[in-house]
């Protein structure tokens, strides 16, 4: 399976900060998500990065509020813009493709985030 | 009516006990079906997979998927405390690199 690691592992902001969150593969993949679960609930992709085009948001989800940037095939940041309480929630990235195949996807440890 | 159903339980067992958790989902376009281990703080580790109808046996968990009737489960033989966890299981599209659908979760309690 994928190893992938992401920083930092948690944070507490204030509201109305940004934090950027990185997300590392040890391979190259050919997709990298990202998915929100918020406290005692399950995963909502936020948008799929592909490497060299713009992410593809799912509904609810602008980019304004959470821009995402994919420089290469084993790397893509997610930014949490203009932070809110609301905005507390665990962020993941998963991949899916090359050696990892395309019939799944591997997750990262997350990132715990608290907006104060 | 939410796309994928999965009882969020608590579930609590004896050690040795055979557990079974289910999903029910609407989406006939679902092919792929996975089932996730999450411990607390941790990222969701993926347990297995299935594309269509059948079982898969892997050690102590078997998955079966009945498209059918869609509907999915994931059996644990002889339960340990470490299998406590939550279980997510995920569905998705023919296509590939296609969004994953979760269902809610099953908190699992194995107690010695």
């Known amino acids: 399976s994928a190893v992938i690691s992401q920083k930092p592992s948690r944070d507490i902001c204030q509201r109305g900060t940004s934090l950027t969150i990185q997300c590392q593969v040890d391979?190259?993949?050919?997709?990298m998500f990202w998915y929100r679960q918020q406290p005692g609930q399950s995963l909502t992709l936020i948008a799929t990065?592909?490497?060299?085009?713009?992410?593809?948001?799912e509904s609810g989800f602008v980019i304004d509020k959470f821009p995402i940037s994919r420089p290469n095939l084993t790397f893509s940041t997610l930014t949490v813009s203009n932070m809110s309480p609301e905005d507390s929630s665990i962020y993941l990235c998963s991949v899916e493709g090359s050696q990892y195949g395309t019939d799944t996807q591997y997750f990262g440890p997350g990132t715990r985030l608290t907006v104060l | 009516q939410k796309e994928v159903e999965q009882d969020p339980g608590p579930l609590s067992v004896p050690e040795g006990a055979i557990v079974s958790l289910n999903c029910t989902y609407s989406?006939?376009?679902?092919?792929?079906f996975m089932w996730y281990r999450q411990y607390s703080r941790k990222g969701p580790e993926l347990l297995m997979y299935t594309y269509s109808s059948g079982n898969k046996e892997d050690g102590r968990f078997t998955a079966q998927v009945d498209k059918s009737s869609k509907y999915i489960s994931l059996f644990i033989r002889d339960s340990q405390p470490s299998d406590s966890a939550t279980y997510l299981c995920a569905m998705k599209g023919g296509t590939s690199y296609g969004k994953l659908t979760f269902g809610q979760g099953t908190i699992l309690t194995v107690h010695p």
């Open positions: 990065a592909n490497q060299g085009s713009e992410a593809t948001y």
């Open positions: 391979s190259q993949v050919t997709m």
């Open positions: 989406n006939s376009a679902f092919q792929y």
